[in-house]
Nanobody
């Protein structure tokens, strides 16, 4: 059984930083591309970033560039999302996901992400 799990969320003040982690069991995460997404209350899920299997290719949604950095440690089978200069509008549930069948490449279509975590809450508030 495949399980994907995010960790590292919490309450942070505006301007602060957090690092989220994504790990998995049941699949060798180090052979998959991994994407980070978020969903705020009342809003649609949006993609933040994706990193290829090797870590050599990364994509960011334009609005996320500059404050969010995706990385991975394949020896630890873990993918990270470093978030800085956080704003109240970054409050959301953050998810990581892995696509099957893309040979480690980031897909353009979100429906290609097969394995999803349950999410971790990030709240930015003073």
């Amino acid at each position: 059984q495949v399980q994907v799990a995010e960790s590292g969320g919490g309450l942070v003040q505006p301007g602060g930083s957090l690092r989220l982690s994504c790990a998995a069991s049941g699949i060798p995460l180090n052979t998959y591309a991994v994407g980070w997404f978020r969903q705020a209350p009342g809003k649609e899920r949006e993609e933040i970033s994706c990193i290829s299997r090797s870590g050599g290719i990364t994509y960011y949604t334009d609005s996320m560039k500059g404050r969010f950095t995706i990385s991975r440690d394949n020896a630890k089978n873990t993918v990270y999302l470093q978030m800085s200069s956080l704003k109240p509008e970054d409050t959301a549930v953050y998810y990581c996901a892995a696509p099957g069948g893309t040979a480690g490449r980031c897909p353009r279509d979100h429906t290609a992400f097969d394995y999803w975590g349950r999410g971790t809450q990030v709240t930015v508030s003073s």
